[in-house]
């Protein structure tokens, strides 16, 4: 079992800046991969961006390429976000995402790959 908490998030203007961070306790010496996922009421959740955790590489969603970098700090088991350039589109819940194992291949983007969620945090974007 990984249990996942999402913090970080808040109201910005846009074109702002935040950093989300989610921590990682449980089975975390097994983690494969992580990744953040958002969402808004009606719509189903979506990849934002992902981390291999043993290899560090990184995966992004076309529309936050070159806005947001995910990275992670494996001695203290947490994933962050920084999110730049932010846009009202951005606006959503944002929820991180771990899978254990090994992962071979391409980064998965269903979040029905994923077994271990976070409860989330909001992020608001203001025009």
């Known amino acids: 079992q990984v249990q996942l908490v999402e913090s970080g998030g808040g109201l910005v203007q846009t074109g702002g800046s935040l950093r989300l961070s989610c921590a990682a306790s449980?089975?975390?010496?097994?983690?494969?991969?992580m990744a953040w996922f958002r969402q808004t009421p009606g719509k189903e959740r979506e990849f934002v961006a992902g981390i291999r955790w043993k290899t560090g590489g990184t995966y992004y969603t076309d529309s936050v390429k070159d806005r947001f970098t995910v990275s992670r700090d494996n001695g203290a088991n947490t994933m962050y976000l920084e999110m730049a350039s932010l846009k009202p589109e951005d606006t959503a819940g944002y929820y991180c995402a771990a899978m254990l194992g090994t992962l071979i291949g391409i980064m998965p983007r269903r979040p029905s790959t994923y077994p271990y969620w976070g409860q989330g945090t909001q992020v608001t974007v203001s025009s």
């Open positions: 449980g089975r975390t010496s097994s983690t494969a991969a």
